[in-house]
């Protein structure tokens, strides 16, 4: 079981090598992505700062404050981590941690969204917010450095996801593209959905306002969620009504979007 920066990064790098070998054509690549690093730390860092860079901020500005944010905050990478984990797992179309790591742009987001999180903390807001924008632009992924994120998440595919900055996420997570947790109109505070652990949001859901997702619920594709959700269970619809419940199981992992609809007395 893969659980410390260490064995993923061993794992990491005998993926690259082996990948080399397959496909010459990727040798420079791997290297510069992987191979050419000394640790996990050092690889994710090149591979978010060298998408993320802008023309008046250069490469090495963006690497030395990533690195610095790391360094400050190791959590971070076992988040990370996690994150990969998460993919090889749910993502049927991934079977690699290199995937993620060098492709998935929901991958990435993710990781600047973890930096930025913490310079939004240390009152570093514009600068925070220098990295949400150019994540947006750069990957169509827009989530506010304000919200508080858990580990194993899975950002699936993640084109037009949005979360807003009040947002909470727990661990164990999975969320499709076009999602959007997000506010009723524009009240300040405490105003983001908080979502527990092991929830599955489907494609297209809007979660709005500050409302609770339980722990192992799921959303079905394309629903408007304006109120809580009791643990365990599943809504579908606009309005979201529950049609069903989970049993105890945590959807996120299983990544099943279909749904039990409960029989009528």
């Known amino acids: 079981m893969i659980e410390t920066p260490d064995s993923v990064w061993e794992s990491l790098r005998l993926e690259a090598s082996k990948l080399c070998d397959q496909e010459p054509q990727m040798g420079e690549f791997l290297e510069q992505h992987v191979l050419n690093h000394y ?92 990295l949400q924008s150019q994540v947006a632009a750069k990957f169509a992924v827009d989530i506010h450095p304000g919200a508080s994120l858990g580990s194993g998440i899975m950002l699936d595919h993640a084109t037009g996801l949005v979360i807003g900055e009040t947002t909470v996420i727990g661990d164990d997570v999975s969320i499709l593209h076009s999602v959007t947790l997000g506010g009723v109109g524009s009240e300040s505070g405490d105003r983001h959905p908080k979502i527990g652990s092991g929830v599955l949001i489907s494609a297209g859901a809007k979660v709005l306002g500050n409302v609770c997702i339980g722990k192992g619920a799921k959303i079905g594709a394309g629903s408007l969620v304006i109120d809580s959700v009791e643990p365990y269970s599943t809504v579908v619809g606009v309005p979201a009504k529950v049609v069903g419940e989970n049993k105890n199981e945590m959807p996120a992992l299983e990544m099943n979007q279909h749904f039990q609809i409960i029989s009528p007395c």
């Open 39 to 130: 640790s996990l730390s050092e690889a994710l860092v090149f591979c978010l700062a060298s998408q993320i860079q802008h023309s008046s901020i250069s490469l090495d500005v963006i690497t030395q404050v990533f690195l610095e944010v790391l360094q400050s905050e190791p959590q971070i990478i076992f988040d990370s981590c996690l994150d990969l984990k998460a993919y090889v797992e749910r993502d049927a179309a991934c079977d690699k941690l290199l995937m993620p790591l060098v492709y998935f742009k929901g991958f990435k987001a993710l990781q600047v969204q973890r930096i930025s999180h913490r310079l939004w903390n240390q009152g570093r807001h514009f600068l925070a917010l220098f």
